[in-house]
């Protein structure tokens, strides 16, 4: 995939809508969303004293061990990009953005494009325009918004730790290109949290490149149904899926390229659980790590 490059240097909520906020269950539900991110990542042999049996592949583990350890260093050098978004999903109140995003340190800067294959109305582009001038204005507030929207990211992303013990994979096996193994919970590892216990309910596959030792995609499913306090909590239904694939732009970066998410139950107290998204990003370009969030809006304002 080319990229291009720029000179110059986590979601941002619309003052019309809710923002992206993966909340814990939510994250936990969707495992692709912790694979595509930094995180502080384990290794699998963290977990050698989790007992296992034959449904288990050793070759899978050391292939899991490498991938873990590869995307760990490559999210301590990750660059910064710019690029364009196409979502549906409860964010989007169901409609078809098309945005152009401004990856910060602190976060996400959006600018919304189009809605629905349409042009924007004159009043929506000055409605955008004025959310990015109020960024503009008060920088901090965006970034303590995007703070908080990084460290629930961060704790999901901890949840990555777990894969090593957590589930069972399958023999390793060649699949378009890619190195394929299927993964199922491990029974022998008991749940500590309501987060693992939905993450544990996963099973699927993941699809790895075999040069680079890198996470091209993952699949899950739930299989059964997940009830958290009896039900009374919350219970995500059996069929409830996601995939999100990436693409290699350049080393050590592979960015996000689509997402599909469809979550299926209830919630009671769980509040910012995305339920159904479907994103596709493209016409990366690579921007300095170092743009401040007014520069970021400036770049996000520009054609």
């Known amino acids: 995939m080319a990229v291009s490059t720029i000179n110059g ?9 809710t923002s992206t906020k993966i909340g814990w269950l939510a994250a936990a539900s969707t495992l692709c969303l912790v ?17 296992r049996d034959s449904g288990t592949s050793s070759a899978a583990v050391q292939i899991v061990d490498t991938l873990v350890a590869n995307e760990d260093l490559a999210a301590r050098h990750r660059d910064h990009y710019t690029y364009t978004s196409i979502e549906r999903s409860e964010r989007t109140g169901g409609h078809l953005w098309k945005e152009k995003v401004v990856e910060t340190d ?12 349409q042009s924007l109305s004159p009043e929506r582009v000055a409605q955008e325009r004025g959310r990015l001038a109020a960024i503009v204005a008060d920088p901090a507030a965006f970034a303590r918004k995007s703070q908080t929207v990084k460290d629930d990211e961060a704790h999901a992303l901890q949840m990555l ?27 022998a590892y008991q749940t500590q949290s309501i987060e693992e216990r939905v993450l544990h309910g996963m ?11 890198r996470l091209h ?32 732009l350049g080393e050590p970066d592979w960015k996000t390229t689509q997402v599909d ?19 596709e990003h493209s016409n990366f370009v690579r921007i300095p790590n170092d743009l401040t969030v007014v520069q970021a ?5 520009q054609p």
Not at 35 to 49: E, G, K
Request: proline residues 5%; without cysteine.
């Open 9 to 17: 240097n986590s979601n941002q909520s619309r003052s019309s809508g």
């Open 35 to 51: 694979s595509a991110f930094a995180s502080p990542f384990q290794t699998a042999n963290a977990a050698a004293d989790i007992p």
């Open 106 to 117: 602190v976060g996400k800067i959006r600018m919304l494009l189009a809605q629905d294959g």
């Open 161 to 187: 730790a777990l894969v090593g013990r957590a589930f069972l994979f399958s023999e390793p096996r060649e699949d378009e290109g890619f190195i394929r193994i299927d993964y199922s919970p491990n029974p």
């Open 203 to 213: 099973s699927g596959s993941m699809f790895i490149d075999p040069q680079r030792m």
């Open 217 to 248: 995609r993952l699949e899950g499913r739930l299989p059964e149904d997940v009830t958290i306090g009896f039900g009374l909590l919350a219970t995500i239904h059996a069929g409830s899926s996601f995939s999100t694939t990436r693409d290699r």
């Open 261 to 279: 998410t469809a979550i299926n139950g209830r919630v009671a107290f769980f509040k910012s659980i995305a339920k159904n998204e479907h994103a």
């Open 297 to 301: 809006v400036a770049l996000a304002e």
